[in-house]
């Protein structure tokens, strides 16, 4: 008799999704999935999709979901958590929605101590619209709008929110990981089912950044982008406990 | 007979809500609606609702969208500056069908303009603002009791037609102190089921609230439902209140605070014998075109009064279709037409 | 021993698994599945452990892992 030890979480439908090969939402919605069945809140859980490729998130989350303007998933967050503080109420963003349309949104948040769990996928580019910079691109990172390089001096520098947000007291827990290999990815999941712990537990805000790949838009295989985490993105943006309680 | 009480326009649009069974308030500071933030702050606090003072406008308006889709009565408030930083949110509401109530009360424009009162957000709230094809129902009150009836009659029609309602109010009315019945207090209105509500998908299928809808002819398919629901509420809840209209030559159009100089010029110039009536529109949409296009033929002149450079006004010409002429006077910058100009310019036209 | 399903159909190419498997059980195919994408297949050309890491970093949840 042969015994399942590895399959896809009830929370997530199954459907082929629309991402890239290699592009780590896949990985992450599974991730947020695993961990919301483990913690058995499905049935109170209400999600809030962001703008951008996320933006059909709820085409393979199988609960309750809801998507916001580019930038105010977490005020959207907000009004949900507020009203249903018995629900256990996500952010899903990119890096694009979250630290450049969407900062006053989440630092403000943040700042209140809403009891909500914002997942944060940080791939350095904006993928939907066809790569262009982000405010977390790498300095020198080629991109739509940044043929040569991310210049400094013209296009500022990347931008570490969650250094900026941990020091705000409402938040309580922050955690910076990456999908790039399987030892890390269970890192990850470590560090989201944490996050909706500190959710279901009523301690207040918590924040997962996921060091994601965006293979098509950095201009390399699956493989070259993992490897391009481990050596330059992870080199900027270190991986560890930022904040926790 | 409950007491009478006084409180200015703002405060009587937020008892209103409360009557109305509003849990979820989120808005942002700006004059000349404060007291409206404040009183919310006061009473939601008071009956156990949620109040939140947001960092922006954008950021109240999509709290009130997050508490709408958990299935609050919900609302915000802001002035006219404020009102189109809310404009993307107020099209999410709109394209995700969810309620809300939305509540100007206008100052002078454009740009960061006046403090004072104006009416030159007309075209922002009743011919769109945000993008899409999309309509609001508009409600304009005249006076600080109808202030309260109509916050308190927004919440019911924005939850039967799942649309945001929106109350076109101005700075004067927001301020202006009147006595005030409470006619519905101890009602608490009925809930109305929510099956479309986020709550967490225990015992149903998830639920899914979204406005993008990329397939194939999906999305006209949607703006065809909801043009036959902007159809329907167009011919159920135009609401309007007109005087002398079957017996005046001149027939004045004003909405809004605008309409109570309106409506005294009206009545001095009955008194020297003068045939004028008045048309007040409190549905600015769905507009009340029918009654002005029924009397269009038979009125000689119709003037619109309005606190701006004329945007009401185009609304009448669409009414009348022509068939009679329509003049306008206006004042703009949140300077506020007078009884005795209304009456010049009666004057002139007759 | 234990095994691992891969659903080759639906299969992207990104080679992850291949990659993330300690004993290297993972190869590619030679032939192209209906997405015209050589996809990862199970090579049993070793002992596998039922670690599972091919299945924690496939973007496409499309691994599934048995024990014995």
Known sequence: ?245 | MTPKLLMCGNEACGEGAILAGCTFYAGYPITPQNELTAYMARRLDEVGGVFIQSESELAAINMVFGASVAGARAMTSSSSPGISLKQEGISYLVGCELPAVIVNVQRGGPGLGNIAPSQADYFQAVKGGGHGDYKLIVLAPSSVQEFLDCTYHAFDLADRYRNPVFILSDGLLGQMMEPVQLKTIGHRPKTIDKPWALTGCKGRKPNVIRSLLLGDGVLEEHNKKLQKKFKDIKAREVRAESFHIKDSDIILVAYGSVARTAKASMQKARSEGLKVGLIRPITLWPFPDKLIEDIADKTKKFLVIEMSAGQMVEDVMLAVKGKSEVDFYGRMGGEIPTEEEIMQKIEALI | MPKIKIDKPKCKGCYLCVVNCPKGLIKISGDMNIKGVKAAFFSRSGKCTGCAMCAVICPECIIEVYDT
Not at chain 1, 14 to 33: F, N, P, Q, T
Not at chain 1, 37 to 58: H, S
Not at chain 1, 142 to 166: Q, S, V
Not at chain 1, 198 to 214: A, H, K, P, R, Y
């Open chain 1, 1 to 245: 008799m042969r015994r399942l030890i590895f399959s896809r979480p009830k929370s997530l439908r199954d459907v082929e999704m629309h991402y890239c090969a290699g592009c780590g939402h896949g990985i992450v919605h599974r991730l947020l999935c695993e961990a919301i069945d483990e913690l058995g809140i499905r049935e109170r859980t209400i999600g809030v999709a962001p703008v951008g490729c996320a933006v059909l998130a709820y085409d393979y989350w199988d609960f309750d979901v809801t998507e916001a303007a580019h930038g105010r998933t977490p005020a959207v967050a907000t009004g949900i958590k507020r009203v249903r503080p018995e629900n256990i109420v996500f952010s899903y963003q990119g890096d694009g929605d979250l630290a450049a349309i969407g900062t006053a949104e989440i630092i403000h948040t943040a700042n209140r101590g809403e009891n909500i769990t914002v997942i944060f996928v940080n791939n350095g580019v904006y993928g939907m619209t066809g790569g262009q910079m982000a405010p977390t691109t790498l300095a020198g990172q080629k991109t739509d709008t940044t043929i040569a390089g991310r210049n400094l001096k013209r296009d500022g520098y990347p931008i570490k929110i969650l250094e900026m947000l941990a020091v705000l007291p409402g938040v309580r827990y922050a955690e910076r990981v990456s999908v790039h290999s399987a030892q890390e990815t269970l890192r990850a999941k470590r560090a989201i089912k944490k996050a909706f712990k500190t959710q279901v537990d009523n301690i207040g805000f918590s924040i997962v950044e996921i060091l994601s790949m965006c293979p098509i838009y950095w201009g390399m295989t699956a493989i070259q982008a993992a490897e391009r985490i481990e050596t330059e993105v992870a080199t900027f943006y270190p991986i560890g406990v930022i904040k926790s309680y």
